[in-house]
């Protein structure tokens, strides 16, 4: 009786082991890809200077992942900061407007002040306080919210997989926001 006793348990335990490794796996963030969307920005920008963007500062600078519900993470594509994948985002929508410039004097700094992911429900909030030197400033808070899933590693797929769309309307958020058109002259 021990021995059947001791067989079923290494075959549970070997069981829980693999359970465990596959739920505790990593989903990459995949890449932002700009998509064109007209929001009329476009349009009246003949007269704005170029712009550069500065590397963004964070509360929680080099933070890249987060976990979902105990059983794996998201993680950005290269493992860069959610600061930079932000960065780089708005400098692809900047130059999809014509109006990035790497070595303009108007620079826009950016500082990331809070980055949540959240599977109960689903939802991403980015929150970037932007400004250009100690003159203008202007926030942005946005949240984005999408279907998570119930089970755990769908809740997991679908927050990465949402990311980059956070982050397209976050973007879209900041070129509507008066801040912004204000800082571009606009």
């Given at each position: ?85 932000i ?53 942005v ?24 769309n ?11 926001n ?9």
């Amino acid at each position: 009786m021990n021995r059947k006793m001791t067989v079923r348990f290494k075959v549970l335990l070997i069981c829980m082991m693999v359970v465990h490794a596959v739920g505790c796996s990593t989903r990459r963030i995949p890449k932002y890809v700009h998509k064109s969307a007209s929001t009329g920005f476009e349009e009246n920008l003949a007269t704005t200077e170029r712009i550069s963007v500065a590397p963004f500062t964070a509360e929680k600078p080099g933070r890249n992942s987060f976990k979902v519900r105990l059983t794996g993470s998201v993680k950005t594509p290269k493992g860069e900061p959610f600061e930079v994948y932000i960065r780089q985002a708005l400098i692809k929508r900047l130059k999809a407007a014509d109006l990035y410039s790497e070595d303009s004097s108007r620079i826009l700094e950016g500082h990331l002040q809070e980055i949540e992911m959240s599977t109960s429900p689903g939802s991403w909030t980015i929150h970037v306080k932007f400004n250009r030197g100690s003159r203008e400033s202007f926030d942005v808070l946005y949240v984005y919210k999408f279907m998570a899933g119930y089970y755990a590693s769908q809740a997991q797929v679908n927050a990465a997989e949402e990311f980059p769309n956070a982050v397209r309307e976050f973007i879209e958020e900041v070129i509507e926001n008066p801040g912004f058109r204000k800082f571009i002259g606009n």
